[in-house]
């Protein structure tokens, strides 16, 4: 009887602690709503690429051969920088 008593606390216990989440949809890279991308093109089909965080450049402007270039750099850039931001506190 006690195995059960033990299973029902523990099954209890796991129940509960999901309903104290009251929003767990993932977060994504539109979340960060202090980073600023900024993403140009000329008529050539060339494509610049400039990031701030807070109104300060993080990323300086470089050329990509495609937007989407441009994105994925964009994303990788935000990811190392929000890391490096969260090791600092």
Known sequence: M?????LRKFIREEIG?????LDNSPHT???FQD?????NGDPE?????????KDEK??????????EDAFSHSRQV??????????QT
């Open 29 to 31: 890279f539109d979340d």
């Open 78 to 87: 935000i990811d190392n920088d929000r890391v490096k931001r969260m090791n």
């Open 58 to 67: 993080i990323f300086p402007t470089q050329k990509f051969n495609s937007r």
């Open 2 to 6: 006690k195995k059960e008593d033990s």
């Open 17 to 21: 602690r999901n309903f104290h989440t």
């Open 45 to 53: 089909g060339v494509y610049f690429l400039t990031i701030h965080y």
């Open 35 to 39: 980073y600023d991308i900024e993403i």
